[in-house]
């Protein structure tokens, strides 16, 4: 590994910052291994990838609290708007367009749950329609309609 790595660095003018890189191994390698690794390489070993560009790098199957944090910027991106002084195809655009934008980019790498969707369903439905917690509006068009594409007669 470590002679792939040099001549990687070689032939591409490259350099690793070894300080800044971490090496995570499967469950399955044993501690002895593990040790011999990381000191040829002069990499330390980690058991967490944390997130690369806002999305966890993370080998294990998908819990719950995993991915709050695309509900979180959903909501974060709500906080800034004021749904009364937007026309319903005004706010559907934003649905479209930034609403579903975060949990599309993340769902490039890895499944979300489901009562995640549906609680990020809930979210823009409720922005769509103007819900509030003192007023309630009329749905002019069902859900189902929303979520089509505009080629399947949708919005």
Not at 5 to 22: A, H, N, P, T
Not at 42 to 68: C, D, E, M, V
Not at 112 to 125: G, V
Not at 132 to 139: A, G, I, M, P
Request: aromatic share 10%; hydrophobic share 40%.
């Amino acid at each position: 590994v470590k002679e792939v790595l040099d001549k990687f660095c070689e032939e591409l003018g490259q350099v690793i910052s070894y300080e800044k890189s971490r090496i995570y191994f499967s469950p399955n390698i044993s501690t002895n291994l593990k040790e011999k690794v990381c000191n040829n390489l002069g990499i330390q070993a980690t058991s967490n990838l944390g997130k690369y560009l806002g999305f966890p790098l993370k080998h294990r199957r998908a819990t719950q609290g995993q991915f709050n944090f695309v509900v979180e910027k959903v909501l974060t991106k709500l906080v800034g708007w004021k749904t009364k002084f937007l026309s319903f195809a005004k706010r559907t655009m934003l649905v479209n367009s930034v609403m579903n934008a975060i949990p599309n980019y993340v769902m490039q790498g890895a499944a979300l749950l489901a009562h995640l969707c549906d609680k990020l369903d809930r979210i823009n439905r409720d922005f769509l329609w103007g819900l509030t917690v003192e007023k309630r509006r009329l749905h002019l068009v069902g859900w189902n309609k929303v979520v089509k594409s505009k080629e399947e007669g949708g919005l």
